[in-house]
């Protein structure tokens, strides 16, 4: 248990984060569409935490490396933890304008 918590608000060992998107990984903004829409990351596609679950499938036949994001990177956190539980690899990329200057 103390394991899933900790893997929610962290990104666990250092990722590259430019390498991943460089390599095809799929950025998915987790806000809101008004969050969103008032800034996001280029290419990113806004996918709302409460309609990760429904869209778990879709992102595995994707094939791809997910990275999460959100504000602060709690919603991104809990995201990237129901995805990998699920069996994607999804690395929580914490807040998008930090995660926009990693990439």
Do not use: Y
């Amino acid at each position: 248990m103390i394991d899933f918590i900790k893997n929610m608000f962290s990104s666990g060992p250092s990722v590259d984060f430019a390498s991943l998107v460089k390599a095809g990984a799929v950025i998915i903004d987790v806000r809101t569409p008004g969050e969103f829409n008032s800034g996001h990351i280029k290419g990113s596609i806004n996918i709302p935490l409460d309609e990760i679950k429904n869209k778990t499938e879709e992102l595995k036949k994707k094939n791809k490396v997910i990275i999460t994001c959100c504000r602060s990177g709690n919603r991104s956190g809990m995201a990237a933890a129901m995805l990998n539980t699920a069996g994607v690899q999804c690395h929580n990329g914490g807040p998008w304008n930090v995660l926009n200057n990693k990439i």
